[in-house]
């Protein structure tokens, strides 16, 4: 029987990935949910602003006046998006420094996951 193919000890199975190149994956995908969610958050705040300011000048007001009430309708989701805007900005900080770092690592590793060894059909059979 061909000793190739029978099953390796566990610890072949570990990652070489060491420091920052291990986590940087989980961070771009986590990055880039975030920044989904922003953005989608960001359309539906702008939407939320456009028909408060439409519905309050049906009655002949303008969004715009120096009144309390106006300024209380355009400001009623600064928080949202500064917070939206915010972690925006973080995550694709984020994503962009663990970008970086997989296209660093990406020929530090020059090792082949198969151990460099040719597997064909047969072999798989087995």
């Given at each position: 029987?061909?000793?190739?193919?029978a099953p390796r000890e566990t610890?072949?199975?570990?990652?070489?990935?060491?420091?920052?190149?291990?986590?940087?994956?989980p961070v771009l995908i986590a990055a880039a949910v975030v920044a989904v969610v922003c953005i989608a958050l960001l359309v539906i705040i702008?939407?939320?602003d456009t028909f408060n300011?439409?519905?309050y000048s049906v009655g002949g007001n303008d969004i715009?006046?120096?009144t309390?009430?106006?300024?209380?309708?355009?400001?009623?989701?600064d928080g949202a998006r500064a917070g939206s805007i915010f972690f925006l900005v973080a995550?694709?900080?984020?994503?962009?420094?663990?970008?970086?770092?997989?296209?660093r690592g990406r020929k530090v590793g020059g090792s082949d996951t198969d151990g460099g060894e040719d597997v064909d059909f047969d072999d798989l059979g087995r």
């Open positions: 029987m061909d000793e190739s193919a610890g072949d199975h570990e990652s070489k990935d060491r420091g920052p190149a291990r986590f940087a994956r702008f939407l939320l300011a439409t519905v715009q006046d120096n309390q009430e106006a300024r209380d309708i355009r400001g009623l989701y995550a694709l900080l984020a994503a962009a420094a663990s970008g970086w770092v997989l296209f």
